[in-house]
Every structure is written in C-alpha cells, then in structure tokens.
C-alpha cells in the first residue's frame, strides 16, 4: 500500500507554533505528523473509492489516540459498509474527544453523528450551512454528493438538478481537484450534460488514474452516449489492476457486466457478476451487492436469457441477512427477488409492508417501492397490459428512489420488454422518443431502437 505524503506537510504559523493541515489547507488538530500523514491517505482514500482505508485510519488512531477527526472517519467507514454499532461507538469516541478540536471539526463531526443516528435530512441542514464556511471540507461535504448521499436519497423528484445547483457555486473553491473533478462531473451526467461531465472524469483519472470514483463517472458518461463497446474498451484495461477492496469494486464491475450485455456477450457478462457482485464474491458494502445482483439477473432475463434460479436464491438469503430496516434503493429491488422466485406471498407481503411505509411518511419516495414490486410481479405473471398500466405513470417519479440514470434504466427496460411481449412495438419506439435520451443498444430481447 502506498502511504507517500499525499498533502501538504505541517507547516510554521505566526506564533510559531506548528499548524497542521490537511491537503485541503484546514487545520487539524493534531500534533503527530504520522497521524496527519496517516489520516489525510484515509481520507483521499475515502473519496476516491479506493481500499485499505482501516488500515491508514487505524495507524492514524495509534499514532494520536486523541485525534477526534480519525475516529470520526472511522465512524464514517463503518456506516458505509452498514456496520452501524461499530460506527455509534466511533463516532461517540470523536465527540468525547472533540472539546480540544477546532470549531471546523466539532461541526464536521456533527455532521457524521447526524449521518450515523439516521438523522439524514438534518445532516444535509448541517452540510449546507458547514460549506458555507468552509467549502473546502471536502469530507464533510462528500456525504451529500453523488446518487446515494443524502441528496440523492432524498426522494424528491428534482434531486438531480438541485445536487448540481448545490456543487456548481464550490467549484471555484476546488479548481482541478480530482475528487471535485469527480462529484462535479456526476452530477453534470445526471442531469444530461454527459459532455462535460466526461471531459471532467477525464481529468479526473488523469491525476489519480487508480482512482475508482472517477472510471465510475467516465462510464456512467459512456453510458449515457450510448459507447458501450468504448465503455468494454476502457474497462479491459481499467480493471485488471483495479483494487478489490474498493468500495465501487462490484459496482464497477456490474456496469462492466451492462456493456457486455448491451454488445450481445451474455456469457462473458454473466460470469463478471459471478465473480464480482454476487454475494460472498466481493466485500462491497451490502446495498450495493444487493441491488447490482438483483438488478443484473433481472436485465439478463430482460435480454432474452434463462432464469438463474439459483442465484436468485442466494440474492435472496442475503437481503434476508443484511436488511432488516427498510432502505429507499433496496426497498425498489427486493420486488425483483420475489417476483423471480415465484414467492406470490411474500411479494404480497412486501407490497404491503412498503405501501403502509409509504402511506404514512416513513419512507422518502413514498410509495414508489411498492408500486414497483406489483409491476415486477405482474411481469413475470405475464400480465402485460398491467406491468403497462402501472409503470407508464410512474417512470417520471422513479428518480425519487435514489440511484443514477444507468441503474434506473431497470424500470425503463421492464417497461419496454412489457410493450415488445405484448406486441406492441410502436408504443415502445414512442417512449423511446419521448423519454429515453441515450440510444439504448440491446435493453430487451427482440427490440432496438433503431
């Protein structure tokens, strides 16, 4: 593992004291060098999506036991791979110790209490008001970026939109930072301005070229311009020494499984989620094998391929393992699960449970998850006109569920193989015109828009 100086050293201020900084400029509050060193290679490591972040959190920790802004990392850590007990206790250490911290970090590790206590929208309140003083926060600001921060999950319809209106003011605070290279261009993509956000995502990998975040982008980017041989391309040559312990390693790999699907190589495609994505396959945090698994084998059917049943089961055991409080993204997927297993009770059951959540408020898109579980029972109940008459209305609602543009291409495709099994294949041509504005190659089994 690389440890090399990644920032700026501690340095002499006026009084004669030493400052230590971050590679950011903010001051830490520390006066162990190797615990600096140690923490910000933790921290780039965090916002590039690359592994071994315990490690360098973990040396930083032994270094200066009393360093509130390391455990409050580790706390962070914890709560992205849902190891939320671990995460309270970290996160519980950090504010114990905060008192001799500055300002800057006692509201930075509020910010990461708020996100570890569920306590979401309020963390966002915070982030918004902390950037003010102090856009060049980048960890602090990092949890409210991307599909699956805390704007992303906010379900509200214009999320897309409002997360770019939120970045584009900072940008003259980063200047070519890979790591705002990267959120910032994201956040181009999603709202259409694929363009840009490639040139950016470009950069990004051109001063990290390891930097997981920023092939993510540049794929999604592809994506968008419908370059999925470009995206096979890029990533035969990206992923051989890509980092498995990333936390984009099964989700890099899924949208790796995608382009193959989409240039017609199912075998190939199949395997890289076998060997990626599936449970017990890679150490990704538990949503991300969840909804990638699930969202995968659906799609493969969706090309025309058979059912891989037992698969579908052990997707399952793990849902049943990892989730037991409703999550937005994954409350959108586990309909797949049991529409594929043919279990109609617990379908029902699910449906219910969600549509009750929704009703009331308790969860961000509202009733969007259950909507689409019956839509994903209908279909494999062959109920053609049903999946139409539920689905039709709901697409421009799906953005509140969270997630990118690629990822909810689910319900998208779902839509069109209902109107091409049910030979209907001008309605299909028609959505395409009307809502999909990236050319899909290969989305379902006996349709292309040509």
């Avoid at 440890?3 to 700026?8: A, D, I, L, N």
């Avoid at 972040?53 to 200066?64: G, T």
């Avoid at 856009?135 to 409210?144: E, G, I, K, T, Y």
Wanted: aromatic fraction near 8%; charged fraction near 25%; hydrophobic fraction near 45%.
């Amino acid at each position: 593992m690389d440890r090399t100086r990644v920032g700026p050293s501690p340095r002499l201020v006026a009084d004669g004291g030493l400052r230590v900084e971050d590679r950011f400029g903010l001051e830490l509050s520390t006066s162990s060098a190797a615990a600096r060193d140690a923490y910000v290679e933790a921290i780039d490591r965090m916002l590039a999506a690359d592994g071994y972040v315990e490690d360098c959190l973990a040396a930083a920790i032994a270094a200066d036991p009393s360093f509130a802004l390391a455990h409050a990392a580790e706390a962070r850590q914890h709560q992205l791979n849902v190891r939320i007990p671990q995460a309270r206790a970290a996160v519980e250490t950090a504010i114990a110790l905060s008192e001799a911290a500055t300002a800057r970090e006692q509201q930075h590790i509020e910010i990461i209490n708020r996100l570890v206590s569920g306590k979401v929208p309020q963390a966002l309140d915070l982030i918004r008001q902390h950037v003010d003083d102090y856009p060049r926060d980048a960890f602090a600001l990092s949890p409210a970026c991307g599909v699956f921060g805390a704007i992303g999950f906010s379900g509200r319809i214009g999320r897309e939109a409002e997360l770019l209106a939120f970045l584009e003011p900072l940008a003259t605070h980063y200047g070519d930072d890979w790591w705002f290279a990267t959120v910032h261009a994201f956040a181009l993509i999603e709202t259409g301005r694929w363009d840009r956000g490639r040139e950016l995502a470009e950069r990004s990998l051109r001063q990290r070229p390891t930097n997981p975040h920023g092939a993510h982008t540049l794929i999604h980017a592809l994506f968008e311009a419908g370059d999925d041989s470009e995206a096979v391309d890029f990533l035969d040559g990206w992923l051989p020494a890509s980092d498995r312990a990333s936390v984009l390693h099964c989700h890099i790999w899924w949208h790796y499984a995608l382009a193959l699907l989409a240039i017609g190589r199912d075998d190939a495609a199949l395997q890289a989620v076998r060997h990626n994505c599936l449970p017990g396959a890679t150490t990704s945090p538990p949503i991300t094998v969840f909804s990638d698994s699930s969202s995968f084998l659906w799609r493969f059917e969706l090309a025309g391929n058979p059912r891989e049943r037992t698969t579908w089961d052990r997707v399952r055991e793990f849902y049943e393992e990892h989730f037991a409080q409703p999550i937005v993204f994954v409350d959108a997927h586990i309909g797949l699960v049991y529409a594929a297993l043919g279990d109609t009770e617990q379908l029902q059951a699910s449906i219910s449970v969600l549509q009750e959540l929704g009703t009331t408020g308790r969860l961000p898109a509202e009733t969007t998850g259950a909507t689409l579980a019956r839509a994903y029972g209908a279909f494999v109940d062959e109920q053609w006109s049903t999946v139409v008459e539920v689905l039709e209305p709901l697409i421009p609602q799906v953005v509140r569920i969270g997630g990118s543009r690629a990822q909810r291409d689910l319900m998208t495709n779902t839509l069109l193989a209902a109107y091409v099994r049910s030979g209907r294949i001008d309605k299909a041509r028609a959505f395409c015109e009307r809502v999909v504005d990236r050319r899909p190659t290969r989305p379902v089994a006996g349709f292309e828009l040509c």
